[in-house]
């Protein structure tokens, strides 16, 4: 069997770091698997998986990834493979287009990674969508919140559509080298942590607004880059909070990081998995999340959720952990049996499964 994943890029991100963690994994299953980059920029995550991979890692462009002029170069990859397996937008559309046009009998399963995006709010997108989806064999939700809101979009069948929850490496974050001392703050104080990129979907602010209600011994680590950083940053001044939080930019020691942190917290607005809070599960952290879909089916009942942009309650559940020792180590050891349902070799059997479903 040989598979082919694209992705639009092998920058950060939680759908590329599923790539870059699970296909050597899966070549270790037996699967040929290469991966195709949209974007053909040199990136940390692409060297990673060059390094651990046994298969060909390559890219099409070093401009806009939006061109369409990229179907044409798609078009060759689909007669050396039996299986393309697709990532995120426009990576959907100009699949599908290249394989319609160049009459391809390729198998195609995508994966969708977002309870929401731009194109659902657009009526011409909403009807282009119906007539792309249709065009994959078989499409994998990665949680049911996720898939409950593609089947509003498209009014699908249900049968239609598979739910496979990502999975992490819970072993790199259970047994963490401790050696990794890092001294951003005091020991003696309760550090939060956010890994995220800087847009509005994760919504930092609320996160930063929370820490002004909290005690000065209260700090908070921001693990992450992109074009909302600056503006956080400059919120953190405002508020005259600028010493207690520091942004650390993209990281690669993120389970070293989570060691030295007490709280893991993601406060997005809107999420298709939220890889960030099983990380923090797996590192037995007590872990905060907004109250949505895509996040909510992994926390309820194992961690804590409070109001998508509501600081004060967010504020009140870090201040339970902080004064409540026994309510926070319970937490913990909630967080850590949890991460266990998310085990990546897991994800990698069901994966296998829905290829020989569609070969």
Not at 82 to 91: M, N, Q, S
Not at 207 to 217: H, Q, T, W
């Amino acid at each position: 069997m040989k598979v082919l994943q694209i992705i639009t890029s092998l920058s950060v991100g939680g759908a590329e770091k599923l790539i870059v963690d699970s296909v050597p994994l899966y070549q270790a299953e037996g699967i040929t698997m290469d991966v195709l980059s949209l974007n053909n920029t040199k990136t940390a995550f692409r060297e990673k998986l060059e390094k651990n991979s046994n298969g060909i890692v390559s890219g099409l462009t070093f401009k806009s990834i939006y061109n369409p002029f990229l179907i044409f170069k798609i078009i060759p990859y689909l007669k050396k493979y039996d299986i393309i397996h697709l990532h995120l937008f426009p990576t959907l559309y100009w699949v599908v287009i290249a394989k319609c046009i160049s009459f391809s009998k390729i198998k195609l399963v995508y994966t969708e990674h977002s309870t929401n995006n731009r194109r659902r709010d657009m009526l011409l997108f909403k009807f282009v969508d119906k007539i792309i989806y249709k065009k994959i064999h078989k499409i994998v939700c990665i949680t049911t919140g996720v898939k409950d809101n593609l089947e509003k979009h498209l009014n699908f069948n249900k049968k239609m559509l598979y739910v496979i929850n990502n999975g992490i490496d819970t072993k790199k974050f259970n047994n963490v080298d401790n050696s990794n001392d890092f001294n951003f703050f005091k020991k003696e104080d309760f550090k939060l942590i956010q890994v995220s990129s800087f847009r509005k979907q994760k919504d930092q602010a609320t996160v930063i607004r929370s820490l002004k209600l909290l005690p000065d011994a209260v700090k908070l680590i921001l693990v992450g880059d992109g074009p909302l950083i600056d503006n956080n940053k400059s919120l953190a001044e405002e508020l005259g909070i600028q010493e207690r939080v520091v942004f650390l930019g993209n990281r690669y020691d993120i389970p070293e990081l989570l060691k030295y942190s007490d709280v893991v917290i993601l406060s997005s607005e809107w999420e298709g998995f939220g890889l960030a809070i099983v990380e923090g599960m797996a590192s037995s952290k007590p872990v905060i999340a907004s109250d949505i879909d895509g996040i909510k089916e992994i926390v309820k009942g194992h961690g804590l959720l409070f109001e998508k942009g509501n600081e004060k309650e967010l504020s009140f559940l870090v201040r339970k952990l902080l004064e409540d020792n026994a309510f926070y180590q319970q937490n913990a050891m909630q967080s850590l049996i949890r991460s266990n349902d998310f085990s990546i070799h897991k994800m990698i059997n069901q994966y296998i499964e829905i290829y020989k479903l569609v070969q």
